[in-house]
């Protein structure tokens, strides 16, 4: 299936792209993080992210559909 | 917009304006100011980015927590993204209420909540010439760490009123064992 992955700083430089779309077999967000972080050798494990599906906090098990859009969301430093 | 980005100068004037009601008898607000140092670098230029479609909605989940928590009558906050130099304001928060003591209470709600829970990244850069992401960096070299040590506490307490304000060590703790 298509997904759509956005990238925010430390990931977005890592990744070497804000976003794009992928065709992946992973059910469901901790599936796509350990691929994507072995295609990009992201250095942030995953207990230290949250993530998002369609621009809402997400569970790491839930199930991903064609187009959902994902976000992996590194610690924040907002203030 | 109770909680809202800019890519210019936060206009507090305006803001502030947006909190004005006869009902009130108190106005406090909080500003965060970029820092020149931490973690005894030098630091020359923060840049802010935001993931914004999450971000507006966690930032409205906060002020909306903090009207129903506290009796105030009106909250605000406003984030800068982009580039920003010493002495800049990254976020403004502002309430007005009845009464002071409740204004202070949901002020310090809603700047502590924003620090542990809206999607805001900041890149320092030092006069050393490196730079770094601010809670991000030091987490990823010691990645099998499950206890936050020293390395996590980049940003102090600043005494001076209006200064960037909450111990970001205490957050990136809190923000460690939400996990």
């Known amino acids: 299936m298509q997904l759509k992955v956005q990238y925010y700083a430390l990931m977005r430089e890592q990744a070497g792209r804000s976003e794009e779309w992928l065709e992946t077999a992973a059910a469901t967000p901790q599936r796509l993080y350990d691929d994507l972080a072995q295609r990009y050798g992201f250095t942030l494990t995953r207990d230290q992210l949250k993530v998002a599906v369609n621009s809402e906090f997400s569970d790491w098990s839930r199930p991903l559909s064609a187009g959902d859009a994902v976000v992996f969301i590194p610690p924040v430093a907002g203030g | 917009m109770h909680f809202r980005f800019t890519q210019t100068a936060i206009d507090t004037d305006a803001a502030r304006r947006e909190l004005l009601d006869g009902g009130a008898g108190a106005f406090t607000s909080f500003e965060g100011w970029v820092r020149d140092h931490n973690e005894g670098q030098e630091v020359t230029l923060l840049e802010y980015e935001a993931f914004q479609e999450l ?19 009106h909250a605000r906050c406003i984030h800068r993204v982009g580039a920003l130099k010493v ?27 924003v620090k542990h829970r809206v999607p805001i990244w900041k890149k320092e850069h030092y006069r050393s010439g490196d730079s770094g992401w601010v809670n991000c960096e030091r987490c990823a070299a010691a ?37």
């Open chain 2, 55 to 73: 971000a507006v909605k966690e930032g409205a989940r906060i002020v909306a927590e903090a009207l129903q928590r506290f009796a105030v009558l």
């Open chain 2, 87 to 113: 002495s800049d304001m990254a976020v403004w928060v502002g309430v007005s209420s009845a009464h002071r003591g409740e204004a202070f209470d949901a002020c310090r709600f809603i700047i502590d909540e």
């Open chain 2, 143 to 179: 990645p099998s760490s499950t206890a936050p040590t020293q390395g996590h506490h980049h940003h102090g307490e600043a005494a001076a009123p209006g200064a960037e304000a909450a111990a970001l060590g205490a957050e990136a703790i809190a923000h460690s064992a939400r996990k």
